[in-house]
């Protein structure tokens, strides 16, 4: 079953079309992660899933209803998203921050219910910063930071969430936990993900189905195997790639510039 | 501490400050009293006793009208600094100062036989008009407005008026009339612009204590707003109209009044933290405390003479500033 598709989608950003005649199908459950060089389209595609950005043409469905149609409060019921840069905020202390997840669900000038308490101790649990929730996020480590935003993400309780390069500036390590974190929230918790990657190795090793886009044009999208092969990187990314298998999911070891054939 | 707790102590230790200092102000100053005579001015009314009059006509409805003021400046400061996402930002930045400093030039200019009143109705008018221009001329360029390019057009939009206003005031040789204007104070505050004035400003405080909750989300980036379910853009113009209205009154009441929108919401920060709906009480007080400080301060400096009071103001204000941005070097 399909959490979101997009039928024939158009997005235009500062009056140049970006996305061209765009349907692609993100299945329920599973991690799905949209790969492509820079500039491609990874980013507008996933703003507009995230009803951030609206097409000029084309309609994306969230659960099989226009999303056009629905309130954007009872969206933030279905799908979290976190957006690429969230150098924001760092005066609050992480449980601040982790506290805006329950808004949705927050009538005007009521204090926390017990449920938002649950939730919030919860996400900070899943997101191992029990012992930093006091701690203003401009103290804490970057790492840190990026799992105290997916903890806000966490806390909004809904069954997708979005995340826009959520590995982006950090240390190998830090990368590694984040990816973890969200295998985690997919597997316990069977929470669709949708997300842009740059590192094709995460990709391939942390998703369960592969988009890839190029110049705005869908490419190729499906299973792991299936995209991760050497023709489409010599597609998508102009390199020459050397395959191996790592625990049945393919692995990209070294690449050359493709070069027309010459390598 | 625990949050609530500390909130309250300093929101009540605010009250009391004010309350005192509205005592002392309304008892020293050009003509001392003693605190008979104050009780008596209120409660006790003789309209023959020269000092209940002065007490009565002069001392409190100045005093009333810094109170506002402080409380108006300061609200829609921390109003715009939370939109604009910008610690530097007061309401100048909206380009009101020269607006309404424009519009009382002028009207000195066409209409010089206008009274008091309808000058000030003028500036108020001259306040809006600018903002609302400031925020057409920074909505053109995107579909959803950037506090950047905010910024910039109330600084291009700021220095044109100004400049206009400046020139004509130098060819008109105006310059002895505006200049109660560019210092500011609030001596000249009487009843009749209170009542036509004051409730606006308390409509103004209104609105602006019931954003404050939607203020926290102002932390967060637009999307993330978005993601949440809010709409920001409603937030922006609500809390926009709210400044025009605070401080567009304030700054023709009082004249340009710097810094007060600048560092008063900086010390409610600092003194309580993050969370707006403590953060904006806090900051009504404590601009009251602060204007009505001053302006005991500009009384007493030299009397009878008055300091202007927007002096005062800046020589707190200056220092204040630079170890602000000094400090948020540092951070960077």
């Known amino acids: ?263 | 501490m625990n949050q609530k707790l500390k909130f309250s102590i300093n929101l009540i230790s605010g009250i009391i400050l004010l309350v005192l200092l509205a005592i002392l102000s309304i008892r020293f100053g050009a003509n001392q009293n003693d605190n008979s005579t104050v009780f008596n001015a209120i409660f006790n009314y003789h309209s023959t006793d020269i000092n209940q009059r002065i007490i009565r006509d002069i001392r409190i409805p100045r005093v009333i009208g810094a109170i506002l003021i402080g409380a108006a400046l300061a609200g829609s400061g921390a109003l715009m600094q939370s939109v604009t996402k910008n610690p530097m930002a007061d309401s100048g930045i909206l380009g009101i100062n020269s607006g309404a400093a424009l519009m009382l030039t002028l009207s000195f200019v066409f209409f010089p036989h206008l009274s008091t009143q309808a000058t000030t109705i003028f500036s108020v008018f001259g306040a809006a008009f600018t903002s609302i221009l400031v925020f057409i001329i920074s909505s053109l360029k995107k579909s959803q407005m950037s506090p950047t390019i905010l910024v910039l057009a109330g600084m291009a939009i700021s220095a044109f008026f100004a400049a206009i206003s400046e020139g004509l005031a130098l060819l008109m040789h105006l310059k002895q009339d505006l200049a109660f204007w560019h210092f500011g104070g609030v001596s000249a505050v009487s009843w009749s612009q209170l009542n036509n004035l004051g409730p606006w400003i308390f409509v103004g405080l209104a609105i602006l204590l019931l954003l404050a909750p939607s203020l926290n989300l102002l932390h967060l980036s637009d999307d993330s707003i978005k993601s949440l379910g809010k709409n920001i853009n409603v937030i922006r113009i609500l809390a926009l109209c709210c400044v025009v209205i605070l401080s567009g009154i304030s700054v023709s009441l009082v004249g340009a009044v710097a810094f007060v929108g600048l560092i008063v919401p900086h010390i409610a920060k600092f003194l309580i933290g993050t969370d707006y709906r403590q953060i904006i009480p806090l900051t009504l007080i404590l601009g009251a405390d602060l204007t009505v400080c001053a302006d005991l301060v500009a009384r007493m400096i030299n009397p009878p003479n008055e300091t202007p009071f927007g002096l005062i103001i800046s020589l707190i204000g200056v220092p204040f500033f630079i170890y602000l941005a000094r400090k948020d070097g540092h951070n960077a």
């Not at chain 1, 840069?85 to 601040?96: C, F, G, M, P, Y």
């Not at chain 1, 590694?176 to 740059?198: C, F, G, P, S, W």
């Not at chain 1, 995209?227 to 050397?242: G, M, P, Q, S, W």
């Open chain 1, 1 to 263: 079953m399909n959490i979101i598709e997009t039928k024939d989608v158009c997005v235009s950003y500062d009056k140049k079309l970006t996305i061209h005649d765009l349907s692609i199908q993100i299945p329920k459950g599973q991690i799905t992660t949209l790969i492509g060089p820079n500039g491609c389209g990874k980013s507008t595609l996933i703003r507009t899933i995230a009803h951030l950005l609206k097409p000029c043409e084309g309609v994306v469905y969230l659960d099989n209803q226009n999303i056009n149609q629905k309130k954007i409060s009872d969206i933030a019921k279905e799908m979290a998203v976190l957006p690429q840069t969230n150098n924001l905020a760092n005066d609050l202390t992480v449980q601040e921050l982790v506290t805006f997840g329950r808004i949705p669900y927050r009538k005007r000038f009521s204090t926390l219910s017990k449920e938002d308490h649950k939730k919030i101790d919860w996400a900070l649990e899943k997101a191992s910063l029990k012992d930093l929730r006091n701690r203003r996020l401009s103290t804490l480590s970057g790492g840190q930071r990026q799992r105290a935003w997916i903890a806000m993400a966490v806390a909004q309780d809904t069954d997708t969430i979005i995340l826009d390069e959520p590995t982006t500036y950090l240390d190998l390590t830090h990368q590694l936990d984040v990816m973890l974190l969200i295998k985690e929230l997919n597997e316990k918790e069977h929470r669709t993900i949708i997300m842009a990657l740059h590192d094709l190795n995460h990709a391939a090793r942390f998703s369960d189905q592969l988009i890839a886009i190029k110049k705005g044009v869908l490419q190729v999208s499906g299973p792991v195997q299936d995209v991760i092969t050497k023709d489409n990187l010599r597609n998508i990314f102009d390199i020459d790639a050397r395959i191996i298998e790592d625990n049945s999911k393919p692995m990209i070891l070294t690449y050359n510039r493709w070069r027309g054939g010459q390598v």
